[in-house]
């Protein structure tokens, strides 16, 4: 009993140790030319529109000259404190660490003989299939 306890704990290191690195490959950045005269319009904007400034308990009116127009503009905005999103697992790490684990154990009780290699090979092959299953998962959903 020692020895599978053992055996799935070294299992369960090995799959998150290799889970855990990452390869972020370098992506070089391309600079794409403004064709349409975006970047002129995005200056134009930006001086021709003034922050409006307010408080939770006052609302201050602008008002702007554009093009012998005269506009009033009048905003009220509340301030709400943004809820940073909580970092957790990703699919490919939980979805390896399960299939490393089940993978040692049905390893261990189907090769009988040796049941410590059954293991580290059972959790291996299950935990590749595992991180290969959540790695789709992440793509899918986005966040790889």
Not at 71 to 87: H, I
Not at 116 to 142: H, N
Request: hydrophobic content about 40%; glycine content about 12%; proline content about 2%.
């Amino acid at each position: 009993m020692k020895k599978f306890v053992s055996i799935i704990t070294i299992t369960a290191a090995i799959a998150v140790v290799m889970v855990s690195c990452k390869n972020n490959p370098v992506t070089p950045q391309v600079i794409y030319a403004d064709t349409i005269g975006f970047a002129q319009f995005q200056e134009w904007k930006a001086m021709n529109e003034q922050p409006v400034v307010s408080t939770s308990s006052k609302t201050v009116a602008l008002k702007r000259n554009t093009a012998n127009k005269t506009t009033s503009m009048t905003s009220s905005t509340s301030s709400e404190a943004k809820v940073a999103k909580k970092k957790g697992w990703s699919n490919a790490a939980k979805y390896s660490v399960i299939g490393g684990g089940a993978g040692a154990v049905g390893g261990a009780i189907i090769n009988k003989r040796n049941r410590v290699a059954g293991g580290v090979v059972g959790g291996i092959v299950l935990g590749g299939i595992g991180y290969g299953i959540g790695r789709a998962k992440d793509k899918k959903e986005g966040h790889y």
